[in-house]
């Protein structure tokens, strides 16, 4: 996105003083192991954060959080500097290949399980290995990945293992039926699992309409007084690699149960989408995107509609938000990443912090920065 874009939309003064915009379009670091710099802790000296990076010596991003066997495995995104300029596409966002995390504790050392899928090893692979998400079920552990296919089009694939740290071994095609990116993967207390995928402008998602692709659009439509364009939502089959039906949109209603506008960019759906459920409810949590906030709301059913609730985290340092919510050992936290270690917009860390549902069954609000 351009600075233009960025201003225009309401980036925050505060992240604008301490250089984003400027660091956007700093010099790059080298790419792979140990391909960190100082460069951001220049930028911003004078800025406290409220939680330091979990993984330090490669550029991490999107982190999909899970418990499994009694541990927290983070399957994010490696960003690394391809040399490509900052565009509205997201070119510059040229991640190849997935690292798995795992850590016993929160606040306890971080383990790095090395590389679990390469684009390499994709039969139908593009380019550009987007957030991605993970399952379990039966013994395999699922792994849905965007990328783009030969035709510069984002679908989703779906890789297996029997091991949560990987390596993961790539379906020869891409699950049919799908497009867009940002999968994440709700598995119910029913054991329905479902598929939730999307993001608008080099997401893609605008150029889509009732599962047929219908233009090349770079951004979204700007039908302002239209309702927005929703995140959609699929049952999976039992196999975990097929959607048992067509997918539907997440609809994200107002108090009134009138759906969001597309100009209501406070509000309404960008990419980065969440399920969880806590007290029988079932919260879908999403980034805004071009105003850079974390917002959630709350449905009855997992296929949604939701009803909009509130902001529950506060711009990070960088463009992007995207962020996983889990429970371990009776507290719950949110995975989120930001642009510390770097000061760039394609070279993020993740992090983690406390998330606290108060007793009417809302969100606490989370300052990423310590004031």
Same mark, same amino acid.
């Given at each position: 996105?351009?600075?233009?874009?960025?201003?225009?939309?309401?980036?925050?003064?505060?992240?604008?003083?301490?250089?984003?915009?400027?660091?956007?379009?700093?010099?790059?670091?080298?790419?792979?192991?140990?391909?960190?710099?100082?460069?951001?802790?220049?930028?911003?000296?004078?800025?406290?954060?409220?939680?330091?990076?979990?993984?330090?010596?490669?550029?991490?991003?999107?982190?999909?959080?899970?418990?499994?066997?009694?541990?927290?495995?983070?399957?994010?995104?490696?960003?690394?500097?391809?040399?490509?300029?900052?565009?509205?596409?997201?070119?510059?966002?040229?991640?190849?290949?997935?690292?798995?995390?795992?850590? &016993? =504790?929160?606040?306890?050392?971080?383990? !790095?399980?090395?590389? *679990? @899928?390469?684009? /390499?090893?994709?039969?139908?692979? %593009?380019?550009?290995?987007?957030?991605?998400?993970?399952?379990?079920?039966?013994?395999?552990?699922?792994?849905?990945?965007?990328?783009?296919?030969?035709?510069?089009?984002?679908?989703?694939?779906?890789?297996?293992?029997?091991?949560?740290?990987?390596?993961?071994?790539?379906?020869?095609?891409?699950?049919?039926?799908?497009?867009?990116?940002?999968?994440?993967?709700?598995?119910?207390?029913?054991?329905?699992?479902?598929?939730?995928?999307?993001?608008?402008?080099?997401?893609?998602?605008?150029?889509?309409?009732?599962?047929?692709?219908?233009? &090349? =659009?770079?951004?979204?439509?700007?039908? !302002?007084?239209?309702? *927005? @364009?929703?995140? /959609?939502?699929?049952?999976?089959? %039992?196999?975990?690699?097929?959607?048992?039906?067509?997918?539907?949109?997440?609809?994200?209603?107002?108090?009134?149960?009138?759906?969001?506008?597309?100009?209501?960019?406070?509000?309404?759906?960008?990419?980065?989408?969440?399920?969880?459920?806590?007290?029988?409810?079932?919260?879908?949590?999403?980034?805004?995107?071009?105003?850079?906030?974390?917002?959630?709301?709350?449905?009855?059913?997992?296929?949604?509609?939701?009803?909009?609730?509130?902001?529950?985290?506060?711009?990070?340092?960088?463009?992007?938000?995207?962020?996983?919510?889990?429970?371990?050992?009776?507290?719950?936290?949110?995975?989120?990443?930001?642009?510390? @270690?770097?000061? /760039?917009?394609?070279?993020?860390?993740?992090?983690?912090?406390?998330?606290?549902?108060?007793?009417?069954?809302?969100?606490?609000?989370?300052?990423?920065?310590?004031?």
């Amino acid at each position: 996105m351009s600075v233009l874009n960025k201003v225009r939309f309401g980036m925050p003064l505060y992240l604008a003083a301490i250089g984003v915009l400027i660091s956007c379009n700093s010099s790059s670091s080298s790419a792979g192991k140990n391909d960190t710099t100082a460069t951001g802790a220049d930028t911003i000296a004078k800025v406290k954060f409220l939680s330091p990076p979990l993984v330090k010596d490669i550029y991490t991003a999107d982190p999909s959080a899970h418990v499994f066997n009694g541990k927290i495995y983070i399957y994010p995104s490696h960003d690394y500097d391809a040399g490509i300029k900052e565009n509205d596409n997201g070119d510059h966002f040229a991640m190849k290949d997935y690292h798995i995390f795992s850590m &016993d =504790s929160i606040g306890g050392p971080i383990t !790095d399980h090395g590389v *679990a @899928l390469d684009v /390499k090893d994709i039969p139908w692979a %593009g380019r550009q290995l987007w957030a991605s998400d993970v399952a379990y079920k039966s013994g395999t552990y699922y792994l849905y990945f965007p990328l783009k296919n030969k035709q510069d089009i984002f679908q989703i694939g779906v890789a297996t293992s029997e091991n949560p740290a990987g390596p993961f071994k790539a379906e020869p095609e891409p699950i049919t039926g799908s497009y867009s990116i940002d999968p994440a993967v709700f598995t119910d207390t029913d054991g329905k699992t479902y598929i939730y995928f999307g993001g608008i402008w080099g997401g893609q998602l605008q150029q889509w309409a009732n599962g047929k692709r219908v233009n &090349d =659009s770079k951004t979204d439509l700007k039908n !302002d007084d239209a309702p *927005a @364009l929703s995140c /959609k939502v699929v049952q999976l089959k %039992g196999n975990m690699k097929e959607f048992d039906g067509a997918p539907k949109d997440a609809l994200i209603l107002d108090s009134l149960g009138k759906p969001l506008l597309g100009k209501d960019h406070d509000r309404r759906f960008f990419e980065g989408s969440w399920m969880h459920k806590y007290n029988n409810k079932y919260y879908f949590s999403y980034s805004t995107g071009d105003t850079h906030l974390l917002c959630y709301a709350i449905g009855d059913s997992p296929m949604g509609p939701f009803t909009y609730k509130g902001v529950f985290m506060k711009p990070v340092q960088g463009w992007t938000t995207h962020h996983s919510i889990i429970e371990f050992k009776g507290k719950w936290y949110i995975f989120y990443h930001d642009t510390e @270690l770097s000061g /760039k917009t394609h070279l993020r860390n993740i992090k983690v912090t406390e998330l606290t549902h108060n007793a009417d069954g809302s969100i606490a609000l989370i300052d990423p920065f310590v004031k």
